[in-house]
């Protein structure tokens, strides 16, 4: 069951995350079309009356329109308390058909071979899941591929027409300086305007003071939308993210998801949110062991197709992975969602 905590009241909802949206959004849009279908009404009735109101033949009409009239009322519809970003990656070029080609990719980690030469490439209308249980394995190709890592065999390259934003899993030392959000974010801008790098972080629902506040004072939450906001600013036109629905709110997921599946660029990415990756990947890549298996599908495809996938996959489900947001704690409506959440159907964690 989902308690609904909008509008100064509490609606309970029985079922999981995604009955409780789509119930609560037909709502909405049904008190839009019934007062859609009023102001009609009204505008049908107006015109009537004004048009025969002087004709002596038809003045009882037009009174019994005048009353008619009176008697319609709209449906009050009250702004909801609720708050969505708005996400929207626009890359500043087109992506040519060369995006990336890995031969051979081999690394070490404290005595454990995390990757065992891989190799793949990407295409100009990928959008890769990197899923399975081997959380190390993901991130280190992720700084591989960011440059933020070296591998100790094989090789990687970018094609020419490339621009990569990378989001990692451990942003501590992005926000370990004395910085406010605004001067951070602008040294990733090409446009040095305040106003300008301000509209990006208000997309994020960072408005007014909130842009002099410091880096390193800023929640788990409110670290990750800043993130957001660089991706956005940066105009790639390839994505790498590591994990970047930890510390989100329901709506801030929401609101990546949409973002995420209207992305024109390539996107490599981790998430444990299925929603995210069943409606956004067109390609899963899992690391089993080192080795990489690489599939054109859909996530659900894949697990549909390979009963070890689906092993791995529900033995790794019974382990509570999702991380409670820290900005949950100053907003007790989320905090009950995301209880429920992760308890319930919906927005399910993917391992």
Known sequence: MIADIDYGKIQLYTG?????YESSQLIVRQMKEANRKKE?????????IQRFSANASKSKQATSRKR?????????????????????FRPNREIGNEVLTVTNLSKTIEGVKVLDNISFTLNRTDKVALVGPNERAKTVLFQILSGQMEPDSGDYKWGITTTTAYFPKDNT???SGDETIVEWLTQYSENKDATYVRGFLGRMLFAGDDGVKKVSVLSGGEKVRVMLSKLMITGANVLLLDEPTDHLDMESITALNNGLIKFPGVLIFSSRDHQIVETTANRIMEIINGKLVDKITTYDAYLDSDEMARKRFTIRSAIPTRQMTEESHERK?????????SSRGGRQ???
């Open 173 to 175: 030392k992005d926000f």
């Open 16 to 20: 999981n995350y995604d009955f409780w």
């Open 333 to 341: 409506e989320n905090d009950f969602l995301e209880r429920e959440r």
């Open 40 to 48: 009609e009404k009204i505008k049908e009735l107006k015109e009537f």
């Open 68 to 88: 008619a009239l009176e008697k319609i009322e709209l449906d009050e519809m009250k702004p909801s308390s609720r708050k969505y970003p708005f996400i929207d």
């Open 349 to 351: 964690d993917l391992f």
